[in-house]
C-alpha cells in the first residue's frame, strides 16, 4: 500500500479576511474506508511541534471526515508546550496530554458520538524517505505495529530501495490523502478510561 500525498509541491493556499495566507494542507495519510479495525488510522506528519499552529489545519481537514473533532490528546515528551484548547472552524478543541498511557508517537482524535482515532505522529524533522514509509506503513490497514514500533523499524533514508524515486514523489507534494471515513479502531482501554474521566471533571 502507498500513502497518496496532497497536491500541489507549493501551496498558495486561501488567504484570511485580514489578506495573509492560510496554512497549508496538513500532511496526512489515512486507512481506506471501512477496513478493519487496526492499532493506527493512519499518519499526520507536521512541519513544526508547535502544537497551537498545526492542529486546527489537520483538525479542520478531518472535521467532515470523521465528524466534528472535539478533544485532541498528546504525549507531551515530544511537544515543547502543549495547549489547553486550539480553534477550528468556528469552535474550539480542547487539548489534552498523557504520559504513561500514550504512546509517545501518537496523536489520539475523538468525535462526538462517532469515535476516536490514532494517528501516527512523523517528526516534523523527518528526512522524506523515511517519512513517506511511515506514512504508508501507519495507513496499511494489515499491519499491526504500534506507534513506535514503526518509529524505530523506519528505514534510513541510504537503505530503502527506490529512494530517490521516493524522496522525488515527498519532494514533488505535501504528504497525505483524502479519505472517507476510516473504521474505528480497537485500542487498550487504559487510555479510554483516562479520557472518560478527565472529560467528566472537564
Not at 522525488?168 to 480497537?186: F, L, N, Q
Amino acid at each position: 500500500m502507498t500513502a497518496t500525498i496532497f497536491r500541489p509541491t507549493t501551496f498558495e493556499g486561501p488567504t484570511t479576511s485580514e489578506g495573509r495566507l492560510s496554512a497549508p494542507p496538513p500532511r496526512l495519510s489515512l486507512a481506506p474506508a471501512g477496513c478493519a479495525p487496526a492499532l493506527l488510522d493512519g499518519a499526520w506528519w507536521p512541519r513544526t511541534r508547535d502544537l497551537h499552529a498545526e492542529l486546527p489545519a489537520l483538525a479542520a481537514v478531518l472535521d467532515p471526515l470523521w465528524g466534528r473533532i472535539t478533544r485532541i490528546t498528546v504525549n507531551p515528551a515530544r511537544w515543547p508546550v502543549v495547549p489547553r484548547k486550539v480553534p477550528v472552524g468556528g469552535h474550539m478543541v480542547k487539548v489534552g496530554w498523557f504520559r504513561a498511557e500514550q504512546d509517545p508517537h501518537e496523536l489520539l482524535l475523538l468525535s462526538y458520538h462517532v469515535g476516536r482515532w490514532n494517528l501516527l505522529v512523523v517528526p516534523p524533522e523527518t528526512d522524506p524517505v523515511p517519512a513517506a514509509w511511515l506514512m504508508s506503513a501507519a495507513s496499511d490497514p494489515r499491519r499491526t505495529e504500534t506507534a513506535s514500533r514503526l518509529m524505530a523499524d523506519a528505514p534510513r533514508p541510504r537503505s530503502v530501495a527506490g529512494g530517490d524515486r521516493i524522496m522525488e514523489a515527498v519532494r514533488e507534494s505535501e504528504g497525505g490523502r483524502e479519505a472517507g471515513v476510516p473504521a474505528a479502531s480497537a485500542r487498550a482501554r487504559t487510555l479510554t478510561a483516562a479520557i472518560a474521566n478527565q472529560l467528566s471533571r472537564a
